[in-house]
């Protein structure tokens, strides 16, 4: 998953970019959010359990601003 935000209040969040298996991913953010934007990333695994639960998502890591 990856979560993008820029000073004008727009958010984008994009999922099913990479794998943890392969340590990385790609992903395309739209072409509105012009720079500079702020960007998050964490995994998500919707299978570990059948209900919503923290142990479904990692903590997240800034990447800083693009």
Do not use: C
């Not at 392969?22 to 012009?34: A, C, N, S, V």
């Not at 299978?47 to 890591?61: F, M």
Request: glycine share 10%; charged share 20%.
């Amino acid at each position: 998953n990856l979560v993008a935000y820029t000073t004008g209040a727009k958010i984008a969040w994009l999922t099913d970019i990479g794998t943890r298996q392969t340590g990385g991913g790609k992903g395309i953010l739209p072409k509105e959010m012009i720079e500079p934007v702020h960007i998050w990333v964490f995994f998500s695994n919707e299978q570990k359990t059948l209900k919503a639960s923290q142990d479904n998502v990692s903590d997240s890591v800034y990447l800083g601003i693009y």
